[in-house]
C-alpha cells in the first residue's frame, strides 16, 4: 500500500504532514511517487484566508480523475479546513437518512473525499481507515491513546538536515479575516522538555538546522491555558525566550542554525529581542507579519498593535541583529481600505524596505468577523491595481536588497542539486544558485556571490 501527502500553507502545515507520514508508515504504507501512485492521498490544508480554501475546491476535477483511474483509491482531508473528524457516510447509511451535520462540511462539499481528521486526531486516522475500508489490515495495530499527544508521534522527516520542530497548536488572537483558532482550536503549548528531547534527537541524526513553529509561534506559553494550567510559570515572562536560550546551546552538539516562524508583533518582549541578540546559531532572519500599515485598517483586523509599536519593535530588532533579513505579509484591499489606508502600507513598504513581502489581496472566509460583520467593498480591480503597485516596489526593494550581497561571502545550506547545479539558503533566507562537482545536498559551505536578481542570488564556492 502506498500514500502521497499532498500539502498547502505554512511551515505548521508541512511539519504536520510529517506527522501524518509517521502514521502511514507505522500502518504499513510507502510512500508513493505521487498522487497517481497513491493508495491513500491525504490533502492537508491552509484556509487563513478563504482564496487558500477555494484552492483545495479547484481541485475536484483533479480528484474526480484520480477516483476514475484507481476506484481504490482513498482520499482524506487534513489541516486548517476541518472542523470535525468523521468520514463519508455509505450509501446505504444515507439512505436511511444520516444527518450530514455529522460530517465535516468539507465532506459535504467535495464528494470526491472519503475522510476529514482534524490534525490533533490523527491517531483516529486507522480507524477512519477502516470505517471506509472494513476489509483493510494493517501491520502496526496502532492504539489511539499511544497516540492520544499529538506532538508526541515521531514525525517522518522531509529531510534530515532541515526540521520542523512543532512547539505550539491552534491560535488565541482571533484576526477578524482568519479562521484557524476556530478550526484549530484555542492555542495550547508543547511541554518545554518534550520540546527539546525532539530537538536533541534531530541533532544526534544529523540535523543541521531547525526551525520551531507554531501559529504564533512566539505566544509559546502565553496563551490562557497555557496561564491556567500554571506549566510555564517557571520560565518567567517570557517562555519563548526561554526555551530559544535551551535549544541553542545544542550548538555544542552540531546544531548550525535555529529559526522560527511565525511570531506575532504583540509578543515581540524587550526579553526576546535581547535573547535574540545573545543566541549563538540563531539565523539573521525573521518573519514579521504586519498586514497593513495603517492604524485604522489594524482595529478593524484586530491585529492589537499599531503603527509607532511595530516599528520600534523593527528598530530594536535591527539593533540586536545586525544586518538582519526581515520579511513581512501585508494584505491590501481589506474591508473598507481607502485610498490613504492603502498609501499609508505602501509608505509604511518604503521606509521599513523589507527584504521579502509575502503579499495577498483579501478575500472573505466564511466564519470570520470580517466575512460576517464587515463589508467587502474594495473591488477585485482595485485590489489588483494596489497589489501590483505594492509588489513593483516588493521587487524594487527585494533587487536593492541582493545587489548588495554582490561580493560578500555567505554560508549556504544545500538543499537541491542538479547535475552541478546547487540551489540553497543563506542564513539570511536568500535563495542562491551555484555549481558544484561535488554532491553538496545537506551540507553548509561557503559561497562568493557573484551575481543578484530579484527574488535568488548567483554565486561561486568560496
Not at 206 to 229: C, M, P, R
Not at 405 to 419: A, F, H, S, Y
Request: some cysteine; hydrophobic content about 35%; overall charge neutral.
Amino acid at each position: 500500500m502506498k500514500y502521497a501527502i499532498q500539502t498547502f500553507g505554512c511551515a505548521m502545515n508541512l511539519s504536520d504532514s510529517e506527522r501524518v507520514a509517521s502514521v502511514l508508515e507505522r500502518l504499513g504504507y510507502t510512500p508513493g511517487k505521487d498522487e497517481k501512485d497513491a493508495d491513500v492521498l491525504v490533502l492537508n490544508t491552509c484556509s487563513v484566508k478563504q482564496k487558500a480554501e477555494d484552492r483545495v475546491f479547484g481541485l475536484r476535477k483533479i480528484l474526480a480523475k484520480l477516483r476514475e483511474a484507481n476506484p481504490k483509491l482513498r482520499i482524506a482531508v487534513t489541516g486548517c479546513m476541518v472542523r470535525k473528524t468523521s468520514t463519508r457516510p455509505k450509501a446505504s447509511e444515507e439512505s436511511v437518512g444520516q444527518n450530514k451535520k455529522e460530517i465535516d462540511p468539507v465532506l459535504v462539499t467535495m464528494p470526491e473525499m472519503d475522510i476529514a481528521f482534524r490534525i490533533e486526531e490523527v491517531a483516529k486516522l486507522p480507524e477512519l481507515l477502516k470505517e471506509v475500508d472494513p476489509d483493510l489490515t494493517f501491520e502496526d495495530q496502532i492504539d489511539e491513546g499511544e497516540l492520544e499527544n499529538y506532538f508526541q508521534i515521531v514525525p517522518t522527516k522531509a529531510t534530515g538536515y532541515s526540521v520542523f520542530v512543532p512547539i505550539t497548536t491552534g491560535c488565541d488572537k482571533f484576526c477578524t479575516y482568519c479562521i484557524v483558532p476556530f478550526t484549530r482550536g484555542r492555542e495550547k503549548s508543547r511541554d518545554f522538555k518534550e520540546i527539546l528531547a525532539e530537538c536533541e534527537k534531530h541533532v544526534e541524526e544529523g540535523a543541521l538546522e531547525i526551525t520551531l513553529v507554531g501559529q504564533t509561534v512566539n505566544s509559546y506559553g502565553l496563551s490562557f491555558n497555557d496561564k491556567k494550567s500554571g506549566a510555564f510559570a517557571q520560565f518567567g515572562a517570557n517562555p519563548f525566550a526561554a526555551l530559544l536560550r535551551e535549544v541553542d546551546k545544542l550548538s555544542t552538539k552540531g546544531l548550525s542554525r535555529l529559526r522560527f516562524t511565525s511570531p506575532h508583533p504583540r509578543d515581540f518582549s524587550d526579553e526576546l529581542i535581547q535573547t535574540l541578540g545573545s543566541l549563538k546559531i540563531i539565523c539573521p532572519y525573521i518573519h514579521m507579519p504586519v498586514q497593513s500599515g495603517d492604524d485604522a485598517v489594524l482595529r478593524r483586523m484586530n491585529r492589537n498593535y499599531r503603527m509607532p509599536e511595530y516599528k520600534e519593535i523593527m528598530r530594536k530588532l535591527q539593533a540586536a541583529i545586525p544586518n538582519c533579513a526581515i520579511s513581512t505579509d501585508i494584505i491590501v484591499g481589506f474591508c473598507g481600505e481607502t485610498e490613504e489606508e492603502f498609501e499609508n502600507s505602501y509608505n509604511m513598504y518604503k521606509e521599513m524596505e523589507w527584504d521579502m513581502c509575502f503579499l495577498s489581496r483579501y478575500s472573505p472566509r466564511k466564519g470570520t468577523y470580517s466575512q460576517k460583520s464587515l463589508k467587502d467593498d474594495v473591488s477585485a480591480k482595485t485590489k489588483e491595481q494596489r497589489w501590483h503597485k505594492m509588489n513593483d516596489l516588493l521587487k524594487t526593494i527585494s533587487e536593492k536588497k541582493h545587489a548588495a550581497m554582490v561580493g560578500k561571502t555567505v554560508d549556504v545550506l544545500v538543499t537541491e542539486q542538479i547535475g552541478q547545479t546547487c540551489r540553497g539558503r543563506t542564513r539570511e533566507f536568500k535563495e542562491i544558485q551555484f555549481k558544484s562537482g561535488r554532491p553538496l545536498v545537506g551540507k553548509e559551505t561557503s559561497v562568493k556571490v557573484t551575481e543578484s536578481s530579484v527574488f535568488y542570488l548567483k554565486g561561486e564556492l568560496a
